[in-house]
């Protein structure tokens, strides 16, 4: 079975700074990765995705992600943030053969500060 | 793009009662529709797979009685937490991909908070 974990629960920074949030993943077969993140009281919005190609991906709102094979990674990362980047993030997986099931991390909590 | 709907976004519900959430997709067929649990400060837990005209399927220590799903045409699943307890008090998502293919993202529902009294 696969597994999603987001070593850090919370990451403070400034407005303007860069940002990367970590990701690894845990899976015996070939996966699909995801980032989503949830503004307060609200569902999960896509930000990219990896399904096969080109290792780096870049998504919404000027987040990208790099996935390495041999580090079973995929770490967000934004070079300047916003105070609208505040929100929780979750990384995600799926198994290619049960693409159906995602498996959800337990979030980071990006917070801007101004 | 794929629009999930999801009502109500809020209800506060007594001990002992029922309480139904729907989920719809607003311009798009979903024959599978998956339904979440998030607790405070947490991540989404996948409580079943609502599949068109037939019975959900349910993860491992999510109870079939108590949560029950019905997914009676594409673009309608409706969950319905029985007896609530205030321990079933969460935040319950929704979400749907618009085709089958393995590239079709999820699109989630903006999700429904339950409070049990």
């Known amino acids: 079975a696969q597994s999603v974990t987001q070593l850090d629960s919370q990451v403070p920074v400034f407005e303007e700074a860069p940002v990367e949030l970590r990701c690894n993943y845990s899976?015996?077969?070939?996966?699909?990765l995801f980032w989503y993140v949830q503004y307060p009281n609200q569902g999960l919005q896509l930000l990219l995705k990896?399904?096969?190609?080109?290792?780096l991906v870049k998504g919404i709102n000027g987040f990208e992600a790099e996935f390495n094979k041999s580090q079973t990674s995929f770490h967000l990362r934004k070079p300047s943030v916003h105070i609208s980047d505040t929100a929780e993030y979750f990384c995600a997986v799926s198994e290619k053969t049960s693409y159906d099931k995602v498996i959800f991390g337990p979030g980071t909590s990006l917070s801007v500060i101004p | 793009g794929a629009v999930v709907s999801q009502h109500p976004s809020r209800v506060i519900c007594k001990s002992g009662t029922s309480v139904k959430i729907e989920c719809r997709s607003l311009?798009?067929?979903?024959?599978?529709m998956f339904w979440y649990r998030q607790f405070p400060k947490q991540s989404l837990m996948l409580m079943a797979t609502?599949?068109?005209?037939?019975?959900?399927?349910?993860e491992q220590g999510v109870e079939k009685d108590k949560f029950l799903i019905n997914h009676a045409s594409l673009t309608l699943s409706t969950l319905t937490v029985t007896s609530a307890h205030p321990e079933d008090s969460s935040f319950y998502i929704c979400s749907a991909r618009t085709s089958l293919s393995y590239n079709s993202p999820l699109h989630f529902g903006n999700g429904t908070r339950l409070t049990v009294t």
């Open positions: 990896y399904l096969s190609g080109s290792t």
């Open positions: 311009d798009f067929q979903a024959t599978t």
């Open positions: 899976s015996s077969v070939s996966v699909y």
């Open positions: 609502s599949n068109e005209g037939s019975k959900a399927t349910y």
